[in-house]
């Protein structure tokens, strides 16, 4: 292909690797090729060709070309780096196919040298093995890479976070020891997080635009301008790569042609049949559901033309194939109608429910649930939701999930009111649940280690189990409707919290010497205190940064600094923590402004289970409207992933 001869062209370039878009005077003139030293005044003859003339010769070349025109001589390259030779580098460029347009940002000699340079951009040794980093628009050998790419927690000028996405990173194993690690699956996600570096000159110049906005506004409509920018380059990065590759193999062109003739015969040849559904959901089914999938996958989706013979040879083998599918397929049809008929009897008293207690949320029997329940289980097991005295049965059923939601929710926060009444702090005390919103109460995970406040507690991971529907039916119950009945119930995670959650007394004490020392009283409100999310010096020994002979005075913010006070090691509470004012904190290195990201909580369905949820999945898998959805979504449990990252603490004079 017109790629690959450039590219072969290119590393026969000779001379100097300095890279095209540098200043003029730093060009170095070509010293030597195969038969020694280049003789002087050799390309003198160029100076006297007229502008047209040598614009036609350029026009016939391609980028390579141009380039190593560039560097034959000095007197060459400072005409040919004169902004008005670009039209000519435009035509040299479109003379190779698939190249995709130079970019914006870029000048078309700076495109033309990422694209067709052997060299690398900082160092200038011709190395066959440089890396093409597009979206930071330079080339790089190993060593250069490691030097002009740092991990986040080694770049030496501070970055907010929030630009985090703006800036080019890699993944590439840079040193010898990353390129020796086996790529074990379990492991792949840890590791390029761990060694994953974000290119430092674009980080920097960033930063330093951010900075010198002052106002919020203005800050918000710079980043919304340097994410479309980033958008834009990494598209066109993607387009760079699929052409530095050769675009797709041919080999694979035929390969997809055949596959979807493959599909497209057989579909027309089920559909004569009488299988186009069945065909067009057989994928959707795994083999413990249809155990004849498995042998039959290859034969419909491998990258071969159907032919007459073959078809006539898998022809009954695929009708049988068929009637599983269409078996199973009806059941889960049956099985979403059960249970979207049965959300839409749930829905409404949830949602009154919900908007009843707000703002105050809590953990709600789930669909799977309710339906288990001998006042419902009977009528929905046997599927019959279209007769008029089943639908009055569970009308009349209905009428109990106000109170079962309302039960629920007692028990829920009498689990949590027992745990702070076992706890030394409120022994014996006579408490209501309005100590559940104290700032001081907080939950310790024994599980993951975490600390959550109430009611963020009440959305945590470790609290939920996958629900199974207990093995064995009633004999009055007909196989069919059962195997029915848990499709559509069978799914979804159930709140069962067992022995994980505690009351954390340290937290506790902790997070009253930061009320202390801001002169806040100790039934201060959870959300206050969050919503002030204040800078804590970290002074007692539960920091790792408070242990040892060389103590440095370090501050985190207050939810991510209790995170770490699961066992408190300097006996004395009241120094624990203190708080330092913003305004202290704000001039510091390493100082962050408070956010309030609300896309990073987790929400959690109390209809289903499912986390990480946004309002859409109301909308989409329980039927609301828009607006109930939104408003469900805002009165759903949530928590954020609070974690204290030593690497970002603010250092105190």
């Not at 913003?582 to 290195?589: G, I, Q, R, S």
Request: with cysteine; hydrophobic share 35%; glycine share 4%.
């Amino acid at each position: 292909m017109a790629r690959r001869s450039t590219r072969a062209s290119a590393r026969n370039v000779q001379g100097s690797a300095t890279p095209v878009d540098s200043e003029p005077g730093t060009a170095q003139t070509a010293t030597q090729n195969a038969r020694g030293k280049q003789r002087a005044g050799a390309f003198a003859f160029f100076e006297g060709v007229p502008l047209d003339i040598l614009g036609e010769v350029i026009g016939c070349l391609e980028p390579a070309g141009v380039l190593q025109l560039a560097r034959t001589c000095k007197s060459l390259r400072i005409l040919l780096m004169n902004r008005s030779m670009a039209v000519y580098w435009k035509r040299a460029r479109e003379n190779v196919e698939e190249l995709p347009a130079c970019p914006d940002d870029l000048s078309e000699p700076a495109y033309a040298n990422l694209m067709f340079s052997v060299h690398c951009h900082k160092c200038l040794a011709e190395n066959r093995s440089v890396l093409m980093h597009l979206e930071a628009r330079v080339q790089l050998c190993y060593k250069c890479s490691l030097e002009e790419f740092k991990k986040w927690k080694d770049l030496p000028q501070k970055v907010d976070k929030s630009l985090i996405d703006l800036i080019p990173a890699t993944t590439e194993p840079l040193t010898v020891s990353e390129r020796k690690v086996p790529r074990k699956a379990q492991d792949v996600r840890w590791r390029m997080e761990e060694r994953t570096r974000f290119h430092a000159a674009t980080a920097f110049n960033l930063q330093k635009q951010y900075t010198n906005l002052r106002k919020s506004g203005e800050r918000t409509e710079w980043l919304k301008e340097q994410r479309a920018a980033w958008n834009s380059i990494e598209e066109h990065a993607t387009l760079c790569r699929l052409y530095s590759r050769g675009g797709i193999p041919e080999d694979e062109v035929e390969a997809a042609r055949s596959f979807v003739h493959r599909r497209e015969r057989m579909l027309q040849e089920l559909s004569k049949l009488g299988y186009r559904d069945e065909f067009e959901h057989c994928g959707m089914f795994s083999e413990a559901e249809i155990p004849a999938a498995r042998t039959m996958y290859p034969l419909t989706s491998t990258a071969r033309k159907l032919t007459d013979k073959e078809w006539g040879a898998i022809k009954g083998p695929m009708i049988a194939y068929m009637e599983e599918v269409r078996v199973v397929l009806a059941e889960h049809r049956k099985a979403t109608l059960l249970r979207d008929s049965f959300t839409a009897l749930y829905r409404q008293a949830y949602f009154q429910y919900t908007l009843d207690r707000s703002p105050r949320v809590s953990v709600l029997p789930p669909i799977h649930e309710v339906a288990m329940m001998q006042e419902f289980s009977p009528h929905l097991r046997a599927n019959t939701l279209n007769e008029d005295a089943t639908k009055d049965a569970l009308q009349d059923a209905a009428k109990i999930i106000p109170k079962l939601m309302e039960n629920r929710a007692k028990e829920v926060e009498d689990f949590f009111l027992g745990l702070v009444n076992q706890s030394s702090v409120y022994r014996g005390q006579n408490i209501d649940n309005e100590v559940l919103f104290y700032a001081t109460t907080l939950f310790h995970c024994s599980k993951c280690g975490e600390v959550r406040a109430y009611p963020e507690v009440l959305a945590h991971e470790c609290c939920y189990r996958e629900f199974k529907i207990p093995e064995g039916r009633s004999s009055a119950v007909d196989e069919a409707n059962e195997s029915v009945f848990r499709r559509a119930f069978g799914k979804g995670a159930s709140w069962e919290p067992g022995n994980r959650i505690r009351f954390s007394e340290e937290a506790y004490h902790h997070t009253l010497s930061v009320l202390g020392s801001m002169g806040m009283a100790a039934t201060t409100n959870t959300q206050v205190l969050l919503g002030l999310n204040p800078y804590v010096e970290l002074a007692c020994k539960c920091y790792k940064t408070s242990r040892g002979s060389t103590h440095v005075r370090q501050a985190a913010r207050w939810a991510e600094a209790i995170q770490e006070v699961t066992r408190h090691r300097s006996g004395d509470y009241e120094t624990a923590l203190r708080a330092i004012s913003e305004a202290e904190a704000e001039d510091l290195p390493g100082y962050e402004a408070k956010f309030t990201a609300t896309w990073r909580y987790n929400y959690r369905c109390p209809l289903c289970g499912r986390s990480w949820i946004t309002h859409m999945h109301f909308a989409q898998e329980h039927g609301f409207s828009q607006a109930q959805a939104t408003a469900l979504h805002q009165n759903s449990a949530k928590e954020y992933k609070w974690r204290l990252d030593y690497d970002s603490l603010v250092t105190l004079p």
